[in-house]
């Protein structure tokens, strides 16, 4: 076969046999470079073989590795290929991945091994393994091609090796980058030698390193606040669909001095990577600004419903009220939760809330409501602030000021601090470094780093839910301050510690790839052969077309898929029963359908539900 297909990644990869390269192994290390058969050597390693232009002396590429594969000196002689479409190199390693269809006995998984001359290089579960070809196995790729035929196996994925590009992750250059301490503390404030703690940061530069680039241009931070610089360097290129509650419009208020907060807030979350000023932890996301905060019932069902149907991912709020005169009424929670669980078409927006400043042991109303991440901060020391709320619905902190403030961007119009002339107005130390930025801090700093990183967990993985991501935040953030101060985990003070997102990218990459895996076949609260099923035999005739489920050894799975097919796809389910090995094997196939093009249209609609099949001629069963 000079062209295979074979399974690779999340579909299925033509190839072609190289005309010139092979691959060889010698028994002992030996440079296979000045050997009178090879021509040149293009590759010293390319998945365990050194990869050569043979000497063929007018033979086929077929005929010249036959040869060479007898040498005394080779061990192992492998064809090189091309994916259609692509001029790098694969080699196959000689090992196969192999999942089999759930039930699938080892007896039986031996007898397809035995089939190909197979041997097992580890079993990772009762139904996956890794087999590896022996001298007398097939090519390793014509294996994984007759193996993906068979009805007992899910997947069978050879291992192969190329080359890949070598990516060096490029840092912003945004000139103040190295002040911005909660993104990578290296120990220092750099223009002023201020000590703070090495590592007391959000790990925001290991987690851009982790993917490869600094977020999804797809994810959407909503900011309700007030105070939207709309034309600053930082955010200007990144507005979608703003909206402001009191004109009721696109139309962003902006000049008040009263209101210089929202800007800040957002540039921490999300300020644009553009070679000058400051980055958000999320420079690539696009941003929502949601103009006009109110304690209102109708404002706060208005600023919820218009982030769900207008495409929020996240929601970074740093405002609230610790007032017992101003609790949350229910029909206000129930507008805070319709987000978080319809919002994202029924994932959930993410939605932080800042905890408040206020040296409370408890936090504002609405960063209590159970479906937000509450946002507490930590100091450039790995310690908490201690204007910073506390209490048991603290989900996380992050690193804010109260040892040394962080630099964000500042609206045109806002003030400062003081009423006093010079920088002192936006520098803690009156030392200018930059226009159009200032010193800032609080959980109002803290709530949109986290916002920003929750956008880079959902860049690595866009099916998570809210809640997935909430869990996420929890499990790999960092223990900070006295063990003593965690209960079962949890801190009045730092919730469950100080986000990582590394981490937290890390675990997201992690349920991605644990999510691609092939789904069990077998709903897993159900054991096998219980259930009440109303059953309807008939004889089925050898002809037409239907999909292939898999093959099972008990008949109990038999009636639960039958039962869970024929109630997704109203399909007839047809079993095939033989003999394999001495044991009854139930091959399940949905579908009776007279031409191929109705059968392939109903596999179709079943991989869109997460199950894979493969087409079967029925008269090649009966």
């Known amino acids: 076969m000079d062209k295979l297909t074979v399974k690779g990644g999340k579909g299925e990869i033509i190839l072609r046999k190289s005309k010139q390269l092979v691959g060889l192994k010698t028994k002992k290390e030996k440079d296979l470079e000045r050997t009178r058969y090879v021509k040149e050597k293009v590759y010293n390693n390319l998945g365990g073989f050194q990869v050569v232009n043979l000497d063929r002396k007018g033979q086929t590429i077929d005929d010249s590795l036959d040869e060479v594969r007898g040498k005394r000196d080779i061990e192992v002689g492998t064809h090189v290929y091309y994916a259609e ?152 290129g990144k507005i979608h669909k703003p909206f402001d509650l009191w004109t009721q419009s696109s139309n962003v208020e902006q000049g008040d001095p009263r209101f210089t907060h929202g800007t800040p807030c957002a540039s921490v979350a999300l300020a644009a990577s553009n070679g000058s000023g400051i980055v958000g932890a999320a420079p690539q996301a696009k941003f929502m600004p949601v103009s006009g905060t109110s304690f209102s019932l109708r404002a706060t069902e208005q600023m919820f419903d218009y982030c769900i149907k207008n495409g929020a991912d996240i929601i970074s709020c740093s405002w609230g009220t610790t007032d017992p005169a101003f609790n949350l009424s229910p029909l206000k929670e129930e507008a805070i939760a319709r987000a978080a669980r319809k919002g994202r078409n029924g994932k959930g927006c993410v939605i932080v809330y800042a905890v408040g400043n206020d040296d409370l042991d408890y936090v504002s109303f609405y960063s209590a409501h159970p479906d937000v991440i509450a946002v507490a901060a930590s100091t450039s020391q790995d310690e908490h602030a201690d204007y910073s709320n506390r209490g048991r619905e603290v989900t996380i902190c992050a690193p804010s000021n109260g040892d040394w403030p962080i630099i964000a961007a500042r609206a045109w119009w806002d003030k400062g601090v003081s009423w006093e002339t010079g920088d002192f107005r936006y520098w803690r130390d009156g030392r200018a470094r930059g226009d159009r930025y200032k010193h800032f801090g609080g959980t109002s700093s803290a709530a949109p780093l986290v916002a920003g990183i929750c956008a880079l967990i959902l860049s690595a993985n866009p099916d998570l839910t809210a809640s997935q991501v909430k869990a996420i935040l929890t499990k790999t953030a960092d223990k900070i301050g006295s063990p003593s101060e965690y209960s079962n985990g949890h801190s009045a003070k730092y919730g469950y510690g100080r986000v990582n997102a590394d981490k937290a990218v890390a675990e997201a990459i992690r349920l991605r790839e644990l999510g691609s895996a092939p789904k069990p076949e077998v709903e897993e609260n159900i054991s096998s052969g219980r259930g009440l099923f109303r059953f309807n035999v008939a004889k089925q005739e050898p002809r037409g077309y239907g999909v292939q489920i898999g093959a099972f050894a008990e008949y109990g799975n038999v009636l639960i898929q039958a039962e869970k097919l024929q109630r997704l796809f109203s399909a007839p389910i047809i079993v095939n029963i033989n003999e394999l090995n001495g044991k009854t094997v139930y091959k399940i196939v949905v579908g009776a359908f007279n031409s191929r093009t109705d059968a392939q249209n109903l596999l179709i609609k079943m991989k869109q539900k997460g199950i894979n099949g493969f087409i079967r001629n029925l008269k090649a069963m009966g």
């Open 85 to 236: 479409g692509s001029q790098r190199p694969l080699v196959p390693t000689g090992e196969i991945y192999i999942s089999f269809h759930e039930k699938v006995s080892e007896e039986e998984q031996q007898m397809v091994l035995d089939e190909y001359e197979l041997e097992i290089a580890e079993r990772r579960s009762p139904d996956r393994i890794v087999a590896r070809v022996t001298k007398r196995s097939p090519n390793p790729l014509k294996v994984a091609h007759y193996l993906q035929q068979i009805s007992m196996v899910r997947v069978a994925e050879p291992d192969l090796d190329t080359l890949l590009d070598e990516y060096d992750f490029k840092k912003p250059s945004d000139h103040l980058l190295d002040h911005q301490w909660h993104l990578r503390n290296i120990g220092i404030a750099p223009d002023v030698n201020w000590p703070m703690k090495r590592g007391a940061d959000a790990k925001v530069f290991d987690a851009w390193s982790r993917i490869g680039n600094t977020g999804s241009k797809n994810v959407v931070i909503a900011v309700i606040d007030n105070g939207f610089d709309l034309s600053h360097p930082d955010l200007k």
